[in-house]
């Protein structure tokens, strides 16, 4: 029985330690851990270890109280806080401290920037420290002595300023600049350094760049090596690297050497030598300040064109492809340029008829058995694309309208190139855009894409005061406003709508007057135009210029025109001039007595135009006839009966270089009737001078009265003139011309002979103030009223200034 006791008990104490230890192991072991990580972090001192302890929340985050910088002297510290983010009163974080940090550094006043923090009021005071950038007191050069720039002006060549920060980046691009301002003089071995004086008070820097110039290297020879092909002449030719002669200072400019090899190199290319290789070596003379430049070409094969074929073409025959491929043909010399200039050829001839979406492949072939390059194209045409909308773009101030009209491509047109080029021409024959540019979109129809018309618009309003001087009218002052693109009823800013308003006044040394002048190209939305013009022209006497006489004209004429089709055009103006004619010499014929006193014009005219310029204003292509007939008088009432007919012809051929061929013919006839004795003598026709024949006096090509000298006019004239434009620069271009032609007295002796004719040369040079033209014409003839030949003569003129 004991033992049955004594084991039951033993049984009951293991129940209730297994109890007590299964309740509270979690709470033991939670209390381990914490001990170990609070023993781990404070090993110095006992932790009293609780569950309570271990789940308290982390310590909440600080303000800061207060922002410290040091270490500023010109810097206020105003302005270093007001570049940062952190303030006082707000939440510090480490993040935006690195910020800060970034912030400071890139300002480029500081070259160290570094923030510390301290316990401060219970919060967290921020402090700056910087190392604040010298600033740059003073420019110095020792050395500069074959520079020859002024001091001024090699400063600002440079990156570092006086009274900037210093910073070293920029002086390290100074010392290049140096060099290279040295190299472009000759002194390719040029060493340039710097030093700098730094005031610790101050905190202000002296730099000073110094430099040692070394020998001044000219390019004494450039020899070429390798070239079979061309000699080397033409290579030399071609490069802008010269060696040192009488014209030419011989200066080594690696930049330049390197363009001069690609140029070579793309020749070589053009030429068939598609696997062509150029390389260079300068080497200098040991004894003598001396360079020389070595060109290696390694020539490779020529490539000429073999078999052309085609494939793919549905629309158009192979004849029509190949009579329009101009570089790529059997016997030619290939080239990858001349490829790509016949491809777009290709793309070109399908685009005009629609097929705005052709592709066209290709590929060579070097044939073995015939040494040449066979050229295969496959053209992909795909479908022909139609104009669904035309969208109007970059038009601030013209109206859509304006636009649209001289579009002659509409919507539901195919594509065609010739229509688009037209429309081109047209848009820039009005004159109120600098660019036009074609763009498509797609639309949800395959075969149907929108075309985008972009337009980006030029000044056509100008209020113009100036001066300018011609041979005719010698000294003139102008005031004159115009706007090209008109519209009166927009108003305040009456632009947009392609109307052209135009008042000039102007007085002079012998010519003073005003003009009103408008025009409506569209009148009430159709095709006819209307203007009208009010003037008033006086013009004194002057011999040297051709008027025996004062001129007084006052009146004005009323237009309408019409365009018959795309390059024709009717125009009819009715005019009423009042002349008063004045100061005549005593000692003048009765030709010019007879015509003092006032008279007054009534006529009408009518004139057709046929303009197939590709630019009025600039042209290089293209056809302008005019031929026109006046009557007066007569049914049309006034003082004066004549009748007046008038044609002229001229013809641009493009040239070479976009330089241009322009070859001019004019004629004209007057003739009396009716009341009317002899025709007026200021209706009569002219030559000689800047416009007709130049090398001779104004006007004075014709009949003169035998005592006076003065020019009297004629009833015919004919005047051809060949002229010859060469562009120099964009703003620049030379003339070569020759003139011939002649007025006789009456209208029946029209080609007669006694021809009149002068050769020269001239500049036409766009400026700011306007157009200049300078002619020199030397005469072939004596002029008349002259007994010998006289020497050249210049002509020149400049208008529309500010």
């Known amino acids: 029985m004991y033992n049955y006791s004594l084991m039951l008990m033993m049984l009951r104490r293991v129940v209730l330690v297994l109890f007590i230890f299964f309740i509270f192991a979690p709470s033991l072991r939670l209390s381990i851990f914490a001990q170990e990580e609070n023993t781990s972090s404070t090993q110095d001192e006992p932790q009293e270890v609780s569950l309570q302890q271990s789940i308290q929340p982390e310590p909440t985050e600080k303000n800061i109280t207060a922002i410290e910088v040091r270490g500023n002297k010109s810097i206020s510290t105003n302005t270093i806080i007001s570049k940062i983010k952190s303030r006082i009163g707000g939440i510090f974080k480490e993040n935006i401290i690195s910020d800060d940090i970034k912030r400071l550094v890139g300002l480029k006043y500081f070259s160290d920037v570094k923030i510390d923090t301290e316990e401060y009021q219970g919060g967290i005071k921020i402090i700056i420290t910087v190392s604040e950038r010298p600033i740059i007191e003073k420019m110095s050069f020792v050395g500069f002595r074959q520079l020859r720039m002024k001091e001024d002006k090699l400063k600002e060549q440079l990156r570092s300023k006086e009274g900037q920060y210093l910073d070293y980046p920029d002086l390290a691009e100074d010392i290049h600049t140096i060099e290279k301002l040295y190299e472009k003089k000759g002194f390719g071995n040029v060493k340039v350094d710097y030093d700098i004086n730094l005031d610790q008070t101050t905190n202000k820097a002296k730099v000073e760049f110094r430099v040692s110039e070394g020998r001044r290297l000219r390019i004494k020879e450039i020899i070429v090596k390798g070239n079979n092909a061309f000699p080397a002449k033409r290579i030399l030719k071609l490069m802008k690297t010269k060696k040192a002669w009488l014209f030419n200072a011989g200066v080594l400019n690696e930049e330049v050497l390197q363009e001069d090899i690609k140029r070579v190199k793309d020749f070589y290319q053009g030429q068939g030598y598609a696997d062509v290789a150029i390389d260079f070596t300068v080497k200098s003379d040991e004894l003598r300040p001396f360079l020389y430049i070595y060109l290696e070409i390694k020539e490779g094969e020529k490539y000429i064109v073999g078999d052309v074929s085609i494939e793919g073409n549905q629309e158009l025959p192979e004849k029509t492809i190949l009579a329009n491929l101009k570089e790529i043909l059997p016997g030619k010399v290939f080239s990858e340029e001349a490829l790509k200039r016949d491809i777009a050829n290709i793309q070109g001839l399908y685009f005009d008829r629609g097929y705005i979406s052709c592709q066209v492949q290709k590929s060579t072939s070097l044939n073995p058995s015939t040494q040449r390059v066979d050229v295969h194209y496959r053209i992909i045409e795909n479908d022909v694309a139609y104009v669904d909308k035309i969208k109007i773009r970059g038009n601030v101030k013209t109206r859509d309208l304006v636009i649209r009209r001289e579009l002659r491509i509409k919507p539901g047109d195919r594509f065609d190139g010739s229509k688009l080029r037209r429309s081109s021409e047209r848009l820039q024959n009005l004159g109120f855009f600098e660019e036009i540019n074609y763009d498509t979109e797609d639309t949800p129809v395959p075969n149907k894409k929108d075309l985008i018309v972009e337009v980006k618009e030029a000044k056509t309003g100008t209020f113009s005061i100036g001066g300018g001087y011609s041979s005719v009218d010698r000294f003139v002052g102008f005031v004159e406003i115009e ?42 939305d159709y095709p006819i135009s209307f203007g009208f013009d009010a003037y008033r022209r006086q013009h004194e006497r002057e011999t040297d210029v051709g008027y025996g006489y004062d001129q007084t004209v006052t009146g004005g004429d009323l237009r309408l025109g019409k365009e018959l089709s795309e390059y024709i055009r009717i125009d009819g103006t009715y005019r009423y001039d009042v002349v008063r004619i004045t100061d005549v010499s005593s000692e003048a014929t009765s030709d010019l007595q007879r015509e003092v006193g006032t008279n007054s014009i009534s006529s009408t005219e009518l004139a057709v135009t046929f303009d197939s310029r590709d630019n009025v204003f600039d042209p290089h292509r293209g056809n302008l006839l005019i031929s026109s007939v006046e009557v007066a008088g007569g049914p049309f009432g006034a003082d004066k009966d004549f009748w007046k007919t008038y044609n002229k012809a001229a013809h641009f051929i493009p040239l070479f270089v976009n330089s241009t061929l322009e070859l001019r013919a004019r004629a004209g006839v007057v003739k009396a009737y009716g009341d009317s004795q002899r025709v007026p003598l200021y209706e009569r026709f002219y030559a000689g001078g800047a416009d007709t024949i130049r090398g001779y006096d104004e006007r004075r090509v014709g009949p003169i009265d035998p005592v006076t000298k003065d020019p009297l006019g004629g009833e015919a004239m004919l005047i051809g003139n060949v002229e010859y434009i060469y562009p120099l620069l964009s703003f620049l271009k030379l003339a070569a011309f020759y003139d011939v032609g002649n007025v006789w007295a009456e209208a029946g002796k029209l080609g007669s002979g006694d021809f009149k004719s002068g050769v020269g040369f001239g500049l036409r040079i766009k400026t700011p103030l306007g157009p200049f033209v300078l002619d020199y014409g030397i005469p072939l003839d004596i002029e008349p009223g002259e007994t010998d030949k006289k020497s050249g003569r210049v002509h020149f003129s400049m208008s529309h200034g500010f």
């Open 483 to 524: 706007q090209k693109n008109f519209d009166w009823r927009n108003f305040p800013y009456f632009t947009g709508a392609g109307q052209n308003l135009k008042f000039r006044a102007s007085t002079g040394s012998v010519a003073k007057g005003f003009d009103l002048s408008f025009t409506e190209p569209w009148l009430f």
